[in-house]
C-alpha cells in the first residue's frame, strides 16, 4: 500500500513519507483529508498517544490558522497551517508540545501533504513528517526510534482514510465542515 520515501531534507533532519494511490478523485481526496478530524485518525501507538481533541474543529482551510491538540496523556501541542493549496497541497507544524519528552526532543514537527491526480479517479497521496530535533542527541533517538513510531502511525492514518474515501461509506464526525 505505502512506502517510505527518504527526501534530501531528511539528512539535516529525521523524516519519513508514506505514498498511498487511492481509488478517488483528486478534489475529493483533498476535500476529505484536509479538514479530517484528527480523533479519527490518529489513535495512538506504544510511542504517541492518541489525539482526543483540538480547539478548532471547522474551517481548518487557510494559511495561518493555529489550533490545539490534545492527546490520550494529557498533552499538547500548537499546530499552524502554514500552506493550502487546494487540490495540490497542504502543509502544517506541530510545535510547543507540553509532553516533557517530547519537549526535550522536538523543537518541532512539519507535515506535509501532496496529492497527484493519477486520471481514472485515482490520486497518488504523499504524506511528509520532518522531525526538527532540540539537539544532536536528540536527532540519534527521534531517527532511531520516535520516526518508526511516526512512520506506524501515518501508516495506519492513511489505511483509516483510503477505507474510508474507497469504500464511500464517510461517517458522520469524520471529517469537520470547511
Known amino acids: 500500500m ?3 520515501k527518504e527526501t534530501p531534507d531528511a539528512k539535516r533532519n529525521p523524516e519519513v513519507t508514506k505514498v498511498v494511490t487511492i481509488d478517488a478523485k483528486i478534489d475529493q481526496a483533498f476535500g476529505y ?4 478530524n484528527l480523533m479519527h485518525i490518529f489513535r495512538g501507538n506504544t510511542l504517541i498517544p492518541a489525539i482526543t481533541d483540538t480547539s478548532v474543529k471547522q474551517g481548518w482551510n487557510k494559511a495561518g490558522l493555529q489550533r490545539t491538540v490534545h492527546f ?9 497551517l502554514l500552506t493550502v493549496d487546494a487540490p495540490i497541497s497542504f502543509s502544517y507544524k506541530n510545535e510547543w508540545f507540553t509532553s516533557k519528552v517530547l519537549s526535550m ?8 501533504w501532496l496529492f497527484t491526480d ?6 497518488k497521496i504523499e504524506w511528509t513528517y520532518r522531525a526538527v530535533p532540540t539537539n544532536l542527541l ?10 518508526r513510531a511516526v512512520s506506524a502511525m501515518l501508516g ?9 474515501l474507497e469504500s464511500g461509506e464517510l461517517k458522520a464526525g469524520t471529517t469537520w465542515a470547511s
Open 2 to 4: 505505502n512506502f517510505n
Open 33 to 36: 483529508i484536509a479538514p479530517i
Open 72 to 80: 490520550a496523556d494529557g498533552s499538547t501541542s500548537q499546530e499552524t
Open 105 to 112: 526532543l522536538l523543537k518541532r514537527l512539519e507535515g506535509e
Open 118 to 123: 493519477l486520471g481514472n479517479n485515482m490520486t
Open 138 to 147: 536528540a536527532k540519534l533517538f527521534v531517527a532511531s526510534v520516535l520516526m
Open 156 to 164: 495506519d492514518a492513511l489505511q483509516i482514510i483510503k477505507n474510508d
